[in-house]
T-cell receptor, first 110, second 113 residues
Framework: GENVEQHPSTLSVQEGDSAVIKCTYS??????FPWYKQELGKGPQLIID?????GEKKDQRIAVTLNKTAKHFSLHITETQPEDSAVYFC?????????FGRGTSLIVHP | DSGVTQTPKHLITATGQRVTLRCSPR?????VYWYQQSLDQGLQFLIQ???????AKGNILERFSAQQFPDLHSELNLSSLELGDSALYFC????????????FGPGTRLTVL
């Protein structure tokens, strides 16, 4: 089955810095890669996604890149703000079923 | 607000008991997914239903079962509960005609004592 590795497990940055979270996957059949943000006491919320036929996607301060050959994808957050503090999950999806990474706790210090 | 609702928000029960968790998908979404989130296992896919039919199964224990009703709401039944079943249980829904995007509910926190 699919295996998704996510790093780092914890990321501490100063407000205004950039943050990068990286994931690798094992199943070349995975074709959809969403990123979720989970705040304390809430369910995961989709923040950006990318499909296997696209190399990069950007939405305001958030961008995702995908390298299919190397089987890795990354989340980039620029100009971080304290409200970006949360746990971020990557996922690799095959036939609508996602396999999630273990999550990255992002802490943005004011 | 994702539009997915789950009840109850919290559930405390004893080992050996049976509980039912309920999920109402977003309006128009035919597909419902159940996930378990625990500290040691992370976020794990349990089962998917599409328009009342089971479509995919993940790491779901035999003590667990689910169904999706004609009005598209879904229930996850957990029986013979063990301490290790304590976790957050999330439901998500999607409109497969629009793609893979899933919308998660707020979750049910299950505590087994």
């Amino acid at each position: 089955g699919e295996n998704v590795e996510q790093h780092p497990s914890t990321l501490s940055v100063q407000e205004g810095d950039s943050a990068v979270i990286k994931c690798t996957y094992s199943d070349s059949a995975s074709n959809y890669f969403p990123w979720y943000k989970q705040e304390l006491g809430k369910g995961p919320q989709l923040i950006i996604d990318i499909r296997s036929n696209v190399g990069e996607k950007k939405d305001q301060r958030i961008a995702v890149t995908l390298n299919k050959t190397a089987k890795h994808f990354s989340l980039h957050i620029t100009e971080t703000q304290p409200e970006d503090s949360a746990v971020y999950f990557c996922a690799a999806t095959n036939s609508y079923i996602p396999t999630f990474g273990r999550g990255t706790s992002l802490i943005v210090h004011p | 607000d994702s539009g997915v609702t789950q009840t109850p928000k919290h559930l405390i029960t004893a080992t050996g008991q049976r509980v039912t968790l309920r999920c109402s998908p977003r309006s128009g979404d035919l597909s419902v997914y159940w996930y378990q989130q625990s500290l040691d296992q992370g976020l794990q896919f349990l089962i998917q239903y599409y328009n009342g039919e089971e479509r995919a199964k993940g790491n779901i224990l035999e003590r667990f079962s689910a169904q999706q009703f004609p009005d598209l709401h879904s229930e996850l039944n957990l029986s013979s509960l063990e301490l290790g079943d304590s976790a957050l249980y999330f439901c998500a829904s999607s409109d497969l005609k629009q793609g893979d995007e899933q919308f998660f509910g707020p979750g049910t926190r299950l505590t087994v004592l």
